[in-house]
Nanobody, 122 residues
C-alpha cells in the first residue's frame, strides 16, 4: 500500500485557479495509476480524473474537461490536479487515490488520502 497526503485546497472565488498536490510514500509510486475524486456534502464520491503510471493516458469526467489537468511527477512521488475556471459546483472535498490500473470507480483504487477541502464562492 502507498500512503497519500493531499494539499493545496482552499477558498477561492469563481473563475479562480487552484493546484492540488498529492504526495505519496511507501511502495513504488511509479507503479500505480492515480486518480482524483471529490465528494460534496450529501453526495456520493465522484470521479474527477485519472492518469496512468507513465502519464501516457489520462481521463476526465465531462464536467471538468478543458478546465482541470491531472499530471504526475514520478521522481517526486507526487500527482497534481490543476483546476482552472473554478465554479461553485466544483466545491467538495478532493481525494487522491492510487490503484493498480486506470479506473473511474472508487473500488478500482486501493489507497486513499484524507482529502483536502475546496470551496468556491460565487
Amino acid at each position: 500500500q502507498v500512503q497519500l497526503v493531499e494539499s493545496g485546497g482552499g477558498l477561492v472565488q469563481a473563475g479562480a485557479s487552484l493546484r492540488l498536490s498529492c504526495a505519496a510514500s511507501g511502495r513504488t509510486f511509479s507503479s500505480y495509476a492515480m486518480g482524483w475524486f471529490r465528494q460534496a456534502p450529501g453526495k456520493e464520491r465522484e470521479f474527477v480524473a485519472t492518469i496512468c503510471w507513465s502519464s501516457t493516458y489520462s481521463y476526465y469526467t465531462d464536467s471538468v474537461k478543458g478546465r482541470f489537468t491531472i499530471s504526475r511527477a514520478n521522481a517526486k512521488s507526487t500527482v497534481y490536479l490543476q483546476m482552472n475556471s473554478l465554479k461553485p459546483e466544483d466545491a467538495a472535498v478532493y481525494y487522491c487515490a492510487a490503484g493498480p490500473a486506470l479506473g473511474t470507480a472508487p473500488k478500482a483504487f486501493t489507497s486513499w488520502g484524507q482529502g483536502t477541502q475546496v470551496t468556491v464562492s460565487a
